[in-house]
């Protein structure tokens, strides 16, 4: 789980991530969440006179590596009678893969 925090636009960096909609006065939606923001949008968003966003915050990296052994622990777990076959191997390889891949 990523922490948020509301900063002014010029404290923002690219590469920061929307944990909010970005909306305009008339309630337009600009931006959406989770976008990662780019130079482009920074400066777009100056224009339009947006003074603050709310961002995720990266995780602290030793909490994602836990996340990552608790995840490789239980797909093992779940492979544990199919060890010995080299196509459950490649099957648990992909699946380890992929869920460690959604850890952010």
């Known amino acids: 789980?990523?922490?948020?925090?509301?900063?002014?636009l010029d404290a923002i960096q690219p590469g920061a991530i929307l944990a909010e909609a970005v909306a305009d006065a008339r309630g337009t939606v600009l931006l959406p969440a989770g976008?990662?923001?780019?130079?482009?949008?920074?400066?777009?968003l100056r224009?339009?006179?947006i003074a603050t966003l709310s961002v995720s915050l990266p995780p602290d990296p030793?909490?994602?590596?836990?996340?990552?052994e608790k995840?490789?622990?239980r797909v093992l777990?779940?492979?544990r009678h199919r060890a010995d076959d080299p196509a459950a191997q490649a099957l648990l390889q992909a699946v380890l893969a992929f869920r460690?891949?959604?850890v952010r």
Do not use: G, V, W
């Open 1 to 8: 789980m990523t922490d948020t925090q509301r900063l002014p």
């Open 62 to 68: 030793a909490e994602l590596t836990r996340r990552r």
């Open 35 to 44: 976008l990662t923001l780019t130079d482009a949008h920074l400066t777009s």
């Open 77 to 79: 777990y779940l492979f």
């Open 47 to 49: 224009r339009r006179d």
């Open 71 to 73: 995840i490789r622990e």
């Open 100 to 102: 460690q891949e959604q």
